[in-house]
C-alpha cells in the first residue's frame, strides 16, 4: 500500500513543471534587466559631461539621483504596462495550446488576477530601482575631470580588464546559453521518446469503448454478453472500410490497465509482498492481429475455447469463482517482457500459474502462446509483463474498447463503425472515441507542451542577448569613434579595425559561453525528470547550442563593426 497526500496526488506533477518554468522566466527576465542595466549604463557614460555642468551650476547628489531614479522607474513602468498587455493576449493564446492532459494536472483554471497584476507591480518596481540605481549612482557621483576625460571605469581580472558593461554582457551571453542548453535537451529528450517502439501498430487504428449491456440481462445470461460482443465484430467487420476489427478489456494508452498478483503453481508460494504482478486483459481472438502485436511463440486463440459453467443470476464471488473454474484451465497469452521476467531462460508454453494470491481462489491459467510486448501508460514507462485471457472463459461485465483496423483513413470510417455498433446494441453509448495516433501523442503531449515553451524562452533569450551584444558594440564603436579616425588616419586598415571590433565583441561571448555551460552542467541534473534517454551532460546539445549562441553572436557583432570600418578619419578627427 502507498499513502500519498491528496494535494501531491492532485498536483504533484504540476508542481516541478511549474518550478522548472518558473526558472525558464526567471532567467528571460534577469536578462531583459541586464539589457536594461547595459543601457542605462551606456547612457550614463553618454550622460558624463551633463551632469558635470549640472553639478557645476548647483544641483545636489540628492537632486540628480531622483532625477535619474524617476527616469528609470518610468522606463520601467511603461515596459512594465506593455508586458501586462503582451501577457494578457500570451495569456489567452497560450490557453489554446495547453493540451487536456496538463490542463487536468493543474486542476484548476489559471489567470491574470489581482494577486498576479500585484507581483507584476511590484517586478517592475524592483527591476526599475535595481537596475537603474547603480548608473544613477554612478552619474550623481561624476568626476567632471573624469567626465572630460570620457575614460569608463573598469574591473581586472586574470582574464583581463573589462568594464562594468562588459561584465554584464558576459552574464547574460551565459544566461541564454543555459536556456539554450535547456531547450536542446528537451527537443532530444523527446525526439529519443516519439523513437520509442510502442509494440502495436498505431497507423489506421480507430479506437472507441461500448458500455456494456444491463446488469439484469447479464444476470440473466452472462453468456449474452459474450453473444453481443460477437455480433458487434461480426457487424463491424462486415464493413468494406475496415480490415479487422477486436474487442478488449484495455487499450494502450487508454489508462485502464488491470493488474494483479500471481503466482505459478510448480513453485513454491511466494514470501508476502514479493508476488510478481503483471497486467491482465480480456480480448477476442482477432485482438492481436488488429493491434498489430506479432505472435511470437505458441498459437492465438480459436474461439473454442471450453466455457465454465456460470452460477444461475450470474452472482459470481469468492465462494462460487473456485467452483466455475475447478475443472478448466482458463487459456492465456503472454507477452515476452512476462515470460522473460516469470520464466526466464525457459519455455512457457504450457505451463500454468495462478491470478491473484493462494487464499483467493482465482482462476488457474494455462499459457497457449507468447506475444510481443507492448507499452501500455506511456512511452517513458517501460513494458509491463501482461497475459490475455478470451473473452469467451472470462465473461466479467465490463466496459470494453473496440479496436477497428481501417483500410483507409480512420476517420472517415467513425460513421459506418458507430452506425455497426448501435444496429446491434441500440440503447448502449459510444464514447471514449480516438485514434491510437492520438492516443499516444496525447500521452506525451505534456513533455511537448515544456519543451515548447522552453524553446520559445530560449529562443527570447537568444534573441535578447543579441540585441544587448549589438547594442553593446553599437555604443562602444559610437564612443570609440575619434580613436577609429586617427587610428586610421596613422594608416590601420578597415579589415583590421573590422578584426579589432570583432574580436573584443567575440571575446565577451566566448567568456560567456564557457560560464554558461558550466551553469547548464551544474543546473540541468534539475531537468532530470523531463528528459528521456538523454543525459544532462549530452555533448551534441552542448555543442549545438553553442554553436548557435556563437553563430548568432557573430552576425551582432559583425553589424557594429562594420559600421567602425566606415568611419570618415577626417569626421572622427572633428568630433568633439
Known sequence: MRVVPLREQLAGGARANQFLLLGAVGMVLLIACVNVANML????????????????????????????????????????????????????????LVPGAVRNALGAEGGLDFRVLLFIAGVTLVTGISFGLAPAWRLSHVNPIGALKNTPGSVRTWLGRFHSRD?????????????????????????????????????????????PPPAEQYRRDPYHYVRVHEEILEAVAALPEVEVAAFGSSMPFAHSTSTSGLFRDDRPVPEPGSFPSA????????????????????????????????????????????????DIDVACLISQRMAEQIWPGEDPIGKRFQMGYP?????????IGVVGSTRQDGLDRGEP????????????????????????????????????????????????????????????????FNMSLFTFFAGMALL??????????????????????????????????????????????TLGAVLGMAGAWA?????????????????????????????????????????????DPITALRAE
Open 464 to 509: 535578447l542577448s543579441v540585441i544587448g551584444i549589438y547594442g553593446l558594440l553599437s555604443f562602444v564603436v559610437a564612443q570609440r569613434t575619434r580613436e577609429i579616425g586617427i587610428r586610421m588616419a596613422l594608416g590601420a586598415r578597415r579589415h583590421d579595425v573590422l578584426r579589432d571590433a570583432v574580436a573584443r565583441g567575440m571575446k565577451l561571448v
Open 279 to 326: 497486467n491482465s486483459h480480456v480480448v477476442t481472438p482477432g485482438y492481436f492481429r488488429t493491434m498489430g502485436i506479432p505472435l511470437l511463440r505458441g498459437r492465438n486463440f480459436d474461439g473454442l475455447e471450453p466455457q465454465p459453467a456460470m452460477p444461475p443470476g450470474g452472482v459470481v464471488d469468492v465462494q462460487t469463482i473456485a467452483k466455475i473454474y475447478k
Open 167 to 211: 561584465l554584464l554582457v558576459i552574464t547574460q551571453v551565459a544566461l541564454a546559453l543555459m536556456l539554450l542548453i535547456g531547450a536542446g535537451l528537451m527537443i532530444r529528450s523527446l525526439q529519443r521518446l516519439t523513437a520509442v517502439p510502442t509494440g502495436i501498430e498505431p497507423e489506421r487504428l480507430l479506437t472507441l469503448r461500448v458500455a
Open 385 to 448: 509483463p501482461e497475459y490475455y485471457m478470451s473473452l469467451r472463459q472470462f465473461p466479467a461485465p465490463m466496459h470494453l474498447h473496440l479496436a477497428v483496423r481501417t483500410r483507409q483513413a480512420p476517420a472517415a470510417v467513425l460513421a459506418s463503425v458507430r452506425a455497426a455498433v448501435q444496429s446491434v446494441a441500440r440503447d448502449e453509448p459510444v464514447f471514449d472515441v480516438k485514434l491510437m495516433t492520438a492516443r499516444i501523442a496525447e500521452s506525451l503531449s505534456g513533455r511537448r
Open 41 to 96: 549604463l551606456a547612457r550614463s557614460f553618454a550622460r558624463e559631461r551633463e551632469m558635470a555642468v549640472r553639478t557645476a551650476l548647483g544641483a545636489t547628489r540628492g537632486q540628480l539621483l531622483r532625477q535619474l531614479l524617476t527616469e528609470s522607474l518610468l522606463l520601467a513602468a511603461g515596459g512594465g504596462m506593455l508586458g501586462v498587455a503582451a501577457g494578457l493576449w500570451g495569456f489567452e493564446f497560450a490557453q489554446r
Open 359 to 367: 487464499d483467493m481462489w482465482l482462476p488457474k491459467l494455462r499459457i
Open 523 to 567: 543546473g540541468n541534473r534539475l531537468l532530470q525528470s523531463q528528459l528521456f534517454g538523454v543525459g544532462g551532460d549530452d555533448p551534441l546539445t552542448y555543442g549545438a547550442g553553442a554553436a548557435l549562441l556563437l553563430l548568432a553572436a557573430a552576425f551582432a557583432c559583425i553589424l557594429p563593426a562594420q559600421r567602425a570600418t566606415r568611419v
